[in-house]
T-cell receptor, first 115, second 115 residues
Framework: DAGVIQSPRHEVTEMGQEVTLRCKPI?????LFWYRQTMMRGLELLIY????????DSGMPEDRFSAKMPNASFSTLKIQPSEPRDSAVYFC?????????????FGPGTRLTVL | AQTVTQSQPEMSVQEAETVTLSCTYD???????LFWYKQPPSRQMILVIR??????QNATENRFSVNFQKAAKSFSLKISDSQLGDAAMYFC????????????FGTGTSLTVIP
């Protein structure tokens, strides 16, 4: 398995532009998580899905942020409009809901820079 | 909600020596999973070791071992024979089995290995 795939790996955009981050979870995993990591705030959970349904989006900072999971193999995190304070590394992770050693598997992250 | 606390923002260890990273958590659940993740400068989050709460035996993975004290809600990571490649940020994580597969991460401990 290729692991969790995220694209793009790096994104540089200007304030006010729309940004879309993409994630493909590991096949067979039914939980997907979006995190944001900054030096100031550490690793923050933004939202997570179980079986494509958003379970907890309380970590989404503002209405400018939205996430979708239209099917089991794809999710997007959109920021519209983007602001400089959104600059961070965004991680997607997936896990299996079955009993067992169900750790999260992380993607490589997307480094977002908003100018 | 469960909370995970890592009280050591930074630690250092001499190469070949042993270091212990602390983690405590707060929960009312009786069954859950605990994990230690490593994040090297490449940013990739890598699972180091896992522990099931119902197991009394401490998990061990080569040079990495844990001291799991369920009553004290403590889950420390011991790294023996430290190597330069162990230098990274280490995150402690808790997985709830009762709240929809939710994961909770600590704020991380930055480990420096001194040659």
């Amino acid at each position: 398995d290729a692991g969790v795939i995220q694209s793009p790996r790096h994104e540089v955009t200007e304030m006010g532009q729309e940004v879309t981050l993409r994630c493909k979870p590991i096949s067979g995993h039914n939980s997907l998580f979006w995190y944001r990591q900054t030096m100031m705030r550490g690793l923050e959970l933004l939202i997570y899905f179980n079986n494509n349904v958003p379970i907890d989006d309380s970590g989404m900072p503002e209405d400018r942020f939205s996430a979708k999971m239209p099917n089991a193999s794809f999710s997007t995190l959109k920021i519209q409009p983007s602001e400089p304070r959104d600059s961070a590394v965004y991680f997607c992770a997936s896990s299996s809901g079955l009993a067992g050693y169900n750790e999260q598997f992380f993607g490589p992250g997307t480094r977002l820079t908003v100018l | 909600a469960q909370t995970v606390t890592q009280s050591q923002p930074e630690m250092s260890v001499q190469e070949a020596e042993t270091v212990t990273l602390s983690c405590t958590y707060d929960t009312s659940e009786s069954d859950y999973y605990l994990f230690w993740y490593k994040q090297p400068p490449s940013r990739q989050m890598i699972l180091v070791i896992r522990q099931e709460a119902y197991k009394q035996q401490n998990a061990t993975e080569n040079r990495f071992s844990v001291n799991f004290q369920k009553a004290a809600k403590s889950f420390s990571l011991k790294i023996s024979d430290s190597q330069l490649g162990d230098a990274a940020m280490y995150f402690c994580a808790y997985r709830s089995l009762n709240t929809g597969n939710q994961f909770y991460f600590g704020t991380g401990t930055s480990l420096t290995v001194i040659p």
